[in-house]
């Protein structure tokens, strides 16, 4: 009788033993919240030139219903002069809020876990050269903007395009969620992608 209940004992130790370590495990495997991607329904590029504050074109994506199935839909193309610099900024919203959510905004409050990637047809601009810096981090892109670190942003780029004109080019641009990875080397597939967009781009 005694080795019975000693055995009862152990096994309803072992049982509430085995109960505690299970839920611990739970506990531990609940992921941090802090670096949620942006929610993201309307993006506009504006390409302002830089001898005429008039001069300004516009290209868009849209996306209704946020985090459902839909993605960013590109609406229209970018179409700029030839050798014309410009300057590239953003109206980036979440407007499943209403009011909208400012995402500009708020990617400039986190600066030092955002930076925007491009990429586009070679030789399509005299300034920067080659064809962006998706594919490597390194190659020239003309930010205008930084974090609090110094590293790179891009809610601010200039952009001189060529004397060749281009007809159904492209043009992209990738904005990279990197919290506690961005570096002054980290490149377009480190972190998370919040949008990966391309347009088709003409010079004329």
């Known amino acids: 009788m005694k080795v019975f209940n000693y055995f009862n004992k152990f096994s309803l130790i072992a049982f509430f033993s085995i109960g505690v370590l299970v839920t611990g495990c739970k506990d531990d495997d609940v992921p941090d919240e802090e670096n949620e991607l942006e929610v993201i329904t309307d993006v506009k590029l504006i390409f302002t030139n830089d001898?005429?504050?008039?001069?300004?074109?516009?290209?868009?994506?849209?996306?209704p219903d946020g985090e459902g199935v839909e993605e960013l839909e590109i609406l229209g193309?970018?179409?700029?002069?030839a050798d014309k610099t410009y300057t590239l900024t953003y109206e980036i919203f979440n407007n499943l809020e209403s009011p909208g959510e400012d995402i500009g905004a708020e990617i400039q409050e986190e600066d030092d876990e955002h930076q925007l990637f491009y990429s586009f047809t070679a030789n399509a601009f005299a300034n920067p050269t080659g064809d962006g810096n998706i594919?490597?981090?390194?190659?020239p892109i003309n930010y205008?903007?930084?974090?609090?670190?110094g590293n790179s942003l891009g809610l601010s780029t200039s952009w001189t395009t060529s004397s060749t004109t281009i007809s159904g080019g492209t043009f992209a641009v990738r904005l990279?969620?990197?919290?506690?990875?961005?570096?002054?080397?980290?490149?377009?597939?480190?972190?998370d992608t919040d949008f990966d967009l391309q347009f088709v781009l003409n010079i004329q």
Not at 56 to 62: K, N, T, Y
Not at 135 to 139: E, I, N, R, T
Not at 176 to 191: I, R, Y
Request: glycine letters at 6%; aromatic letters at 0%; zero cysteines.
């Open 51 to 63: 001898a005429d504050a008039t001069d300004v074109v516009e290209a868009s994506a849209q996306d």
């Open 77 to 81: 193309e970018i179409t700029l002069d």
């Open 135 to 139: 594919d490597s981090a390194s190659d």
């Open 144 to 149: 205008n903007d930084n974090d609090g670190n």
């Open 176 to 191: 990279q969620h990197q919290p506690d990875v961005k570096t002054a080397s980290s490149g377009a597939t480190d972190g």
